[in-house]
């Protein structure tokens, strides 16, 4: 008997008892849906963890001081001021443009609608690091901050919040206790790791400082971080360079530490990959389940066809023959639900896709192995049913019918 009539007789053989078959594949199903669900939707929030990094800032290091001084340096400026952020962006020729900043949750009203946001002090770089756009009137400009101007650039949800449908362009607002005026709207941009930028308003970082925190020191005006961005992604290790020797010749020791959004995104990566492939491997476990669940059907298949098994065997069967057709069976089994399984988890993930902003996708590769492994477990767990039904003598089998 060829390959093709075992692989036919396995299909009508297993579709005569359709309840059982179906149960049997339901292991396997579930294993395989849950694998490939979870391999799809980890590799939908490392793309989305990616995008949102690139749409932070596209070639961005963050500047900050490290909490120890290596050097044991007396200097007493422990903070990063405005004057820094200026040194970099003048001095450090593979720069872009810095955005240096300062933030406090303050109150913000206009007439009787008030609301707490996240007002940032910054320059009008902030724009170009940030990778943000102005939706309606404009951002301030570099000589709005260098005269300290009370202006104000509303994100789009916190306009809002306190204008509704009426158009905040040209109306004062009052931040704390001093009055601005509303020049501009932000284009919507969303929240990422727990900061909403369309929730927030932004104003001119000397404004900040004098009138709303009243942040000064004899350096200068104190900044609570800043984000450069290097000219491309060729430049950014020697923009970081470059940075680090800057803010150590004015600080006199070596206390900074500056940190690429590359490392920030490659340590999401590694840890999403992890935290996905252990989720896979726990699924896995069902697929264990779903092979014992074939081996023991296959089992007590062996026994109720032990009529069949010696009337093959006397027209003259061999016991190759005879293994086969059950290891064939018990592979039908399992590849049959691998695919079933298969095509839930890819459904899955479409249903993610499309209710959260993930974008799943599942690799090829993962498909393919998905196919291989389900296959191996028919194959594996098939093995102990075929051998006990090759070895069953055909007169004991003929007699016991």
């Known amino acids: 008997?060829?390959?093709?009539?075992?692989?036919?007789?396995a299909v009508t053989t297993l579709t005569a008892n359709k309840l059982r078959s179906s149960l049997t594949m339901l292991g396997i199903a579930i294993g395989n849906a849950a694998v490939i669900a979870l391999i799809g939707i980890g590799q939908g929030a490392q793309n989305y963890t990616s995008e949102q990094m690139e749409s932070y800032g596209a070639n961005s290091l963050f500047v900050y001081v490290s909490p120890e001084d290596t050097e044991g340096s007396t200097s007493e400026t422990p903070e990063l001021v405005l004057s820094d952020a200026e040194a970099i962006a003048t001095q450090a020729p593979a720069v872009k443009a810095v955005a240096p900043q300062i933030g406090s949750q303050l109150s913000i009203s206009y007439l009787n609608r008030n609301t707490k946001s996240s007002i940032t002090g910054t320059?009008?770089?902030?724009?170009?690091?940030?990778?943000?756009?102005?939706?309606?009137?404009?951002?301030?400009?570099?000589?709005?901050?260098?005269?300290?101007?009370?202006?104000v650039a509303l994100g789009s949800g916190l306009a809002q919040k306190l204008f509704g449908s009426e158009d905040p362009l040209g109306k004062e607002v009052k931040i704390g206790n001093a009055s601005f005026l509303a020049i501009g709207v932000m284009k919507a941009k969303g929240a990422f790791a727990g900061e909403n930028l369309d929730d927030a308003a932004y104003v001119p970082i000397t404004t900040m400082a004098d009138q709303l925190t009243g942040r000064r020191s004899p350096y200068g005006i104190p900044i609570d971080s800043m984000q450069v961005s290097a000219k491309d992604k060729q430049s950014i290790r020697a923009?970081?360079?470059?940075?680090?020797?800057?803010?150590?010749?004015?600080?006199g020791k070596q206390d900074i530490s500056v940190v690429s959004d590359k490392s920030f995104?490659?340590?999401?990566?590694?840890?999403t990959k992890i935290l996905s492939l252990t989720l896979a491997a726990i699924a896995s476990i069902s697929l264990l389940v779903g092979g014992i669940g074939i081996m023991n059907i296959m089992l007590v298949s062996v026994t109720e066809r032990t009529e069949e098994i010696g009337l093959r065997k006397a027209v003259g069967a061999t016991q190759a023959a005879i293994s086969m057709q059950f290891?064939?069976?018990?592979?039908?089994?399992?590849?049959?639900?691998?695919?079933?399984?298969?095509?839930?988890?890819?459904?899955?993930?479409?249903?993610?896709?499309?209710?959260?902003?993930?974008?799943?996708?599942?690799?090829?590769?993962?498909?393919?192995?998905?196919?291989?492994?389900?296959g191996g477990i028919g194959l594996i767990f098939g093995v102990v049913p075929a051998r006990r039904a090759a070895q069953l003598d055909p007169i004991v089998a003929l007699r016991s019918a």
């Open 1 to 9: 008997m060829d390959t093709f009539e075992s692989v036919k007789m």
């Open 123 to 151: 320059t009008p770089e902030f724009l170009y690091v940030r990778n943000m756009a102005v939706a309606r009137g404009r951002f301030f400009n570099s000589s709005e901050q260098q005269q300290n101007v009370q202006v």
């Open 239 to 251: 923009a970081a360079f470059q940075a680090t020797n800057i803010l150590t010749q004015r600080r």
């Open 265 to 271: 995104n490659d340590l999401i990566d590694q840890v």
């Open 327 to 374: 290891l064939i069976e018990a592979i039908v089994l399992s590849v049959a639900g691998g695919l079933i399984g298969i095509g839930v988890g890819i459904g899955s993930t479409t249903i993610v896709g499309i209710f959260t902003p993930l974008k799943p996708s599942v690799p090829m590769e993962a498909i393919a192995l998905a196919v291989g492994v389900s």
